[in-house]
């Protein structure tokens, strides 16, 4: 292939989103070069915008590319995904299988790092996963977000069965609750939106509208609500000794009585990223419907009237094409 001199990106600074010209990036020794096949705006690529992390630059990290350039021959021409930690390789936590908390690496399209909402991307070799034939260049702009979902289940042993209330209807609450649900678990999803929830119980998922919400009831919790509220909610949910994970991603501080927690002995758990082999694994067994969670699909040159769509409320995940 013969790689032009420059590319189209999507660029966001103080609130404004533009599609610019900008130069090929040059390839570090180590890193593979991407053409973006796909990718998908998240919570946080609006986040972005609206100034958190005082973020400038080319967003985007939830995508699906196919390799033109890398040291490893192998790699040419693969469908890939690329997990956004940029670690060092060389810390004291990088070398305890911690590099997604590296505090050297860069994050792309978040951390010093260009993101995919453009017609190229770097990416450490060793970041790439190769995208089985099983999954759709659509389905697979999920693997991201639902290696996030699915981080649950490294950090915390939940047996089977075993009822987990998943608070919040948005996108990660139905990534959540599909993942969780695929792994046998008894989940009872709960959110405002009977649309929404609509998906999940086409999967076979219990999902609730009712705002009346049992006490002292799930020995776990998740609370992917995206609001301050949702903590609490998810704590006045949890059974004592239970186990309340929290997915929100709060900006300012979130006020929480820490009564309860102590007297019910309840154990809070903060999650992030996940690894992508889970999700790739769980994608490739079609048990994840990553496709009803689609809500449109624009050209990278449209990415200002895209990010507008992603905004409103209640828009679940808008693709970009390059
Ligand atoms: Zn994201
Ligand atoms: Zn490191």
Request: aromatic share 6%; proline share 7%; with cysteine.
């Amino acid at each position: 292939m013969n790689l032009p001199l420059a590319m189209q990106a999507v660029h966001l600074n103080q609130g404004r989103v533009s599609v610019r010209t900008m130069p090929l990036p040059a390839r570090p020794a180590g890193y593979a070069l991407l053409r973006v096949l796909c990718a998908g705006i998240c919570s946080t690529d609006l986040e972005l915008q609206r100034g958190y992390y005082g973020f400038a630059g080319v967003p985007g990290h939830e995508f699906v590319g196919e390799v033109v350039e890398s040291d490893t021959p192998a790699w040419h021409g693969k469908r890939v995904a690329g997990e956004i930690n940029f670690a060092c390789h060389s810390c004291s936590w990088c070398r305890s299988e911690l590099e997604r908390h590296c505090p050297n690496r860069t994050v792309l399209g978040i951390v010093n790092q260009p993101g995919a909402f453009a017609e190229f991307v770097l990416v450490p070799e060793s970041n790439l996963h190769e995208v089985p034939g099983e999954i759709s260049t659509e389905q697979a702009v999920f693997i991201e977000p639902l290696a996030a979902a699915c981080e649950i289940l490294d950090q915390v042993t939940i047996e089977p069965k075993t009822p987990v209330a998943v608070l919040g209807d948005g996108k990660l609450g139905l990534l959540i609750a599909q993942a969780l649900h695929a792994h046998g678990l008894h989940v009872v999803q709960y959110g405002r939106h009977a649309d929404k929830l609509e998906i999940s119980k086409g999967q076979g998922i219990e999902t609730n509208t009712s705002s009346d919400r049992p006490r002292k009831e799930f020995p776990y919790v998740v609370d992917a609500t995206g609001s301050a509220e949702g903590l609490k909610e998810a704590v006045a949910m949890c059974r004592p000794r239970g186990t309340v994970i929290l997915k929100s991603t709060v900006h300012g501080e979130v006020p929480i009585d820490t009564a309860p927690v102590i007297v019910d002995e309840l154990t809070l758990v903060g999650s992030r990223c996940g690894r992508f082999a889970p999700a790739i694994a769980l994608l490739a067994s079609g048990r994840i419907r990553a496709d009803s969670l689609i809500a449109g699909e624009f050209a990278l040159s449209e990415a200002p009237a895209a990010f507008q769509k992603a905004a409103e409320k209640g828009t679940l995940k808008i693709l970009l094409k390059p």
